[in-house]
């Protein structure tokens, strides 16, 4: 229930349930701030993925959703024309706000979203993922540097992200410059042809916390 987030680079092990929550009106801020900058209704959407890793999982029907942004395949691509002149938030009820998506890899079952041209699918690839914990550290012990040697993909930049549609913002880092996603979950710096995922390289057994 939620609209206008980038994600770029992150290992996904369970299911996105992606809904609009026309119900009410949910306030924003202003840039790095606390200050209200307005209220919206979420139609759903402006949502962008680029460059994930998107893990199958057992269906055991508890929760919604489905594994991969197969999710969003009722979700378009471009704004759907609008049946009306009024402009006011209730006018485009129904009308969910476009995605963007490329990079991305899905193994084990998982689907792409059905306007992603450049997804890279691996239906029979089965991952090994498992969380431990020792001595009040958490570690995830996984065989994913097999899988990741092989999907690579393009860069991400700050300005392929764009703009958030309703607060009219580019992507930033904490101090206001441009988001920089040249590195990645351990500081390894990506090259020209990044690793799908958080990591260029993957360990065995990655020490969470």
């Known amino acids: ?13 369970g299911k996105i349930h992606a809904v609009p929550d026309t119900n009410r009106f949910t306030l924003y801020h202003l840039p790095h701030s606390t ?17 994930n890793l998107f893990l199958g999982r057992e269906d055991d ?27 006011t938030p209730a006018a485009d009820l129904g009308r969910t706000l476009p995605v963007t998506m490329g990079g991305n890899a899905y193994l084990n079952g ?9 997804a890279q699918v691996l239906p029979d690839a089965s991952p090994a993922l498992r969380l431990a914990e020792e001595n009040g550290h958490f570690w995830l012990e996984n065989n994913l540097e097999r899988y990741s040697i092989t999907l690579q993909t393009s ?8 703009r958030a549609f309703q607060p009219d913002q580019p992507f930033g880092d904490r101090n206001g410059a441009p988001v920089q996603l040249d590195r990645d979950l351990l500081g390894e710096a990506r ?15 990655l020490k969470l916390i």
Not at 71 to 85: D, H, I, L, Q, V
Not at 191 to 205: I, K
């Open 191 to 205: 090259g020209a042809l990044p690793r799908v995922g958080p990591l260029e390289h993957w360990p065995a057994r």
């Open 110 to 118: 998982a689907k792409p979203w059905a306007h992603e041209s450049n």
């Open 155 to 162: 860069p991400v930049t700050a300005g392929a992200l764009g």
């Open 35 to 51: 200050q209200v900058g307005g209220v919206m209704l979420i139609y759903g959407g402006d949502d962008r993925f680029f460059n």
């Open 1 to 13: 229930m939620s609209q206008g987030t980038a994600c770029v680079h992150n290992l996904f092990g």
């Open 61 to 87: 029907g508890r929760l919604c959703g489905s594994c991969g942004t197969g999710a969003y395949n009722s979700y378009s691509a471009e704004f759907p024309a609008r049946k009306t002149g009024d402009d």
